[in-house]
């Protein structure tokens, strides 16, 4: 059963889908391991040990990790692979991430003006887009070490968002983090698929906010997956919006976590009730469909 690396895991989405991966151990024979990296040290080891008394069959971890830092981030990756999942790697959920926090710095009025405009805030691509490539190198790094004649030699789940494929005026640094996560889980499937590596994105619409009355005597799994919070946005910022369910993010991750060769390089747009593949813009003439073309063959650019 797979050892698994999800960062940004002790809230919203990543909580879901830790959940869904410790879940799917319930019905094997042997464990899943489940490692949770996330920025939150304070309540993170609580969230962890509680999970791992849920799921019994599943062995789940809690490491303090910012992915924004690189060496933080290898140094956990690291570790891991030494000790916890004894030299084998199979799943890495790069999920951490945060919104533009309020009012975009990028359009924002200066005050004084004397020294002209400031830098803008870029933490949001610091976390979104550096921490999500550095988590894709290190995934990759220690799949390809696995026997090269294995056929399945990892997986990897980006989370994007539906700001990766539609203009977000409110937050253009988030949407540019986004569309850089969606552009590099694109080029990089053409790269690792001769390796029997795959990559993919999910892209959700506003997703996971708290049922207002479950019942717990009737919770399904599903149900379970589907109560999870998440905390990127304050609650009044979700007022009045139609909220996609935890549940069909769910199916996203069981659709990439289960499928074969040919999932590779698919954006899973998640919106209500349903999981939307988005191809690719077709080329704009043959040309340029013929350079790109071209730029492959080379191997390098
Ligand atoms: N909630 C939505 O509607 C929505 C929609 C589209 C995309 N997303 C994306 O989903 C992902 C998860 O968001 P969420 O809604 O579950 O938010 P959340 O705030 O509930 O969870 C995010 C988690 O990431 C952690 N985190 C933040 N910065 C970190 C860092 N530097 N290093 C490690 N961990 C860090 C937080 O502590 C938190 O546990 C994000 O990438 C977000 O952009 C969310």
């Known amino acids: 059963m797979p050892n698994v690396i999800i960062t940004g895991a002790t809230s919203g989405i990543g909580l879901a889908i830790t959940r869904y991966f410790a879940s799917e151990s319930s019905s094997s024979t042997q464990n899943n391991k489940i490692a949770m990296l996330d920025i939150n040290a304070t309540t993170g080891p609580g969230i962890a ?21 690189w060496e933080e981030q290898a140094a956990v990756f690291r570790e891991l692979y030494e000790n916890e999942f004894e030299g084998k790697l199979d799943i890495v959920v790069a999920n951490a991430g945060v919104s533009e926090r309020g009012y975009t710095t990028l359009v924002e009025h200066e005050k004084g003006g004397a020294d002209g405009p400031r830098k803008p805030d870029l933490s949001v691509l610091d976390i979104n887009l550096s921490g999500v490539i550095f988590s894709v190198k290190l995934a990759i ?35 540019a983090s986004k569309f850089g996560v969606v552009g590099l889980v694109r080029s990089t499937a053409l790269l690792v698929e001769d390796k029997g590596i795959r990559i993919n994105a999910l892209a959700p619409a506003v997703l996971g906010m708290l049922p207002l009355s479950p019942s717990p005597n009737i919770l399904t799994r599903a149900d379970i997956i589907g109560i999870t919070e998440t905390n990127i946005a304050p609650k009044e910022l979700y007022q009045g919006m139609i909220i996609t369910p935890m549940e069909t993010l769910i199916k996203a991750v069981d659709g ?46």
Request: proline residues 4%; negative net charge.
């Open 141 to 175: 790094y220690y799949m390809d070490l696995k026997p090269a004649e294995e056929k399945e030699r990892g997986l990897v789940i980006c989370t994007a968002s539906n700001a990766g494929l539609y203009a977000l005026p409110t937050a253009p640094l988030y949407a």
């Open 256 to 301: 990439f976590a289960k499928g074969g060769r040919e999932v590779n390089g698919q954006i899973a747009e998640v919106h209500g009730e349903n999981v939307t593949v988005r191809e690719a813009h077709g080329f704009v003439d043959g040309d340029t469909e013929r350079n790109l073309g071209r730029f492959r063959g080379l191997g390098w650019a």
């Open 49 to 69: 040990s509680s999970l791992a008394a849920e799921y019994p069959n599943a062995v789940i971890v809690f490491r303090k990790c910012d992915v924004s830092s």
